[in-house]
């Protein structure tokens, strides 16, 4: 079972621009597709953004959509949500997910966190405006 610790979250204006990173143990990091999902005060966890084993297939929420970029290297276990222009709407929690690869990576799929086998502990954002 692969294990994932999440870095990079903090304080930034609205406006600004932060990273996160997820890096994963194991040695099977390519097996996993994997997923961003965030859960901010008082309501519950969302699909932020998604990409598949091999970073052919990104997937984003409209929410974000254009903002934040997410990628993977496999090399370095490592996945990383590239977060541009954030707003306040943007503070939350933000988790990464594992999802065992099976059949092609669809939206859907992404999005669905029931199908995502192991969870970061998670990194909080806060966006100022």
């Known amino acids: 079972q692969v294990q994932l610790v999440e870095s990079g979250g903090g304080l930034v204006q609205a406006g600004g621009s932060l990273r996160l990173s997820c890096a994963a143990s194991?040695?099977?990091?390519?097996?996993?597709?994997m997923g961003w999902f965030r859960q901010a005060p008082g309501k519950e966890r969302e699909f932020v953004a998604g990409?598949?084993?091999?970073?052919?297939?990104?997937y984003y929420a409209d929410s974000v959509k254009g903002r934040f970029t997410i990628s993977r290297d496999n090399a370095k276990n490592t996945v990383y949500l590239q977060m541009n222009t954030v707003k306040p709407e943007d503070t939350a929690v933000y988790y990464c997910?594992?999802?065992?690869?099976?059949?092609?990576?669809?939206?859907?799929?992404?999005?669905?966190?029931?199908?995502?086998?192991?969870w970061g502990q998670g990194t909080m954002v806060t966006v100022s405006s």
């Open positions: 997910a594992a999802r065992f690869r099976q059949s092609t990576f669809t939206y859907s799929r992404a999005a669905d966190q029931g199908s995502y086998a192991a």
């Open positions: 990409v598949s084993w091999n970073g052919a297939n990104l």
């Open positions: 194991g040695r099977t990091f390519s097996s996993y597709a």
